[in-house]
């Protein structure tokens, strides 16, 4: 059975379920209820129903007997058994979400190609991490000092935070990932940061511009206009050196055949000669002004190298681009 769920005060509505609790159906609609650990422990996800009844599997241990006779509910628990009005707060932007320090332990150690980490960091199991697909967290280090990294995954997938780590010569943290990290590690992380994710006021269609490891904050942001059924059309172009760099080629021509309003152009700079390739070549951005001349209708989403994101911004500028709809992680946070 399927009910409905009013939120107000900004009258945004979406379907519960029966098998689903009022939270998740929120996040598989991408809707942004507050919530933190997503097992009736916290009390962050706690709003007031004003009209409707919801039921329990069992009593949540955050709601007191006195929140339910003042008309609050815990909405990761809750499942609705009539349609509902309720009253709570909802992430618009990321600065609606709270900034958490977790400790985490590293679940899984993968790697994807020649330099590139594939991490899954597995929280407590009393907490979890609200996100926006695209944003990034820190892992906090000795001395006060952090390291940078975008989330590859989606809200509605949030037991797990992934990341990909690309190996740069030099850089202490990074080769201390390839060359010691061990499954079972445990860290502390700060998160989420940052105003990389999807405008969804907007209708715009999209053009995801990534460069290397960019393609993970692209990946969780296609995986979440996915799950939230976002009609917008999406043209991602992922611009490496060699074929060898499309880390998740397979999973980015997968989202193609999921959704038809989804495309996907990978572009090599300096393919091998035995890459054998017959695609696109050359500066991602240059493949994205051939095949988009006229920029003004668009929202472009870069994640990626700062020199990437900045060749690109004056020419996209000149093809029509408003500035507001240029969109980077590379404007606020350094990798190792
Ligand atoms: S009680 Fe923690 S999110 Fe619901």
Request: hydrophobic fraction near 40%; charged fraction near 25%; proline fraction near 5%.
């Given at each position: 059975m ?26 598989r609609q ?36 006195a ?7 815990l ?18 932007t ?20 020649h ?38 995954n ?50 715009k ?44 080629d ?31 070549t ?55």
């Open positions: 399927t009910n409905r769920v009013k939120i107000e005060p900004t009258g945004h509505e979406f379907n519960v379920n029966s098998d689903e609790t009022v939270l998740d159906a929120a996040i991408g809707v942004h209820l507050p919530y933190g650990c997503r097992n009736g422990k916290c009390g962050k996800c706690m709003g007031k129903l004003l009209q409707g009844e919801v039921a329990y599997n069992e009593a949540p241990s955050a709601l007191s007997s929140d339910k006779a003042n008309g609050m509910a909405f990761c628990q809750a499942h609705a058994t009539t349609d509902l009005v309720i009253e709570s707060r909802e992430a618009e990321a600065a609606d979400i709270p900034v958490v320090k977790l400790p985490c332990r590293l679940e899984a150690l993968e790697k994807l190609n330099d590139v980490m594939y991490l899954k960091l597995k929280l407590p199991a009393t907490e979890r991490m609200q996100f926006l697909a695209g944003q990034y967290i820190d892992f906090l280090l000795d001395e006060g000092k952090h390291r940078s990294f975008s989330i590859a989606a809200p509605h997938n949030d037991e797990y935070i992934e990341l990909h780590i690309r190996h740069v010569t030099d850089g202490k943290f990074t080769t201390e990932v390839f060359a010691n990290m061990k499954v079972k590690e445990m860290f502390r992380i700060e998160g989420p940061h940052g105003n990389f994710y999807i405008r969804e006021k907007s209708n269609p999209m053009i995801f511009m990534a460069g290397g490891t960019g393609f993970a904050p692209i990946k969780g942001m296609v995986e979440h206009a996915l799950k939230t059924g976002m009609e917008r059309p999406i043209h991602i172009f992922w611009g490496v050196h060699a074929r060898e760099d499309l880390y998740m397979d999973i980015a021509r997968k989202f193609t055949k999921l959704n038809p309003l989804i495309r996907y152009t990978p572009v090599l700079s300096q393919p091998k000669d035995d890459d054998n390739w017959q695609g696109r050359g500066w991602v951005h240059e493949a994205i002004l051939e095949d988009y001349p006229d920029l003004s209708g668009y929202e472009v989403y870069a994640a990626g190298p700062p020199a990437m994101v900045y060749a690109a911004e004056d020419a996209f500028k000149a093809a029509g681009l408003a500035k507001e709809n240029y969109i980077s992680d590379a404007f606020e946070f350094n990798k190792d």
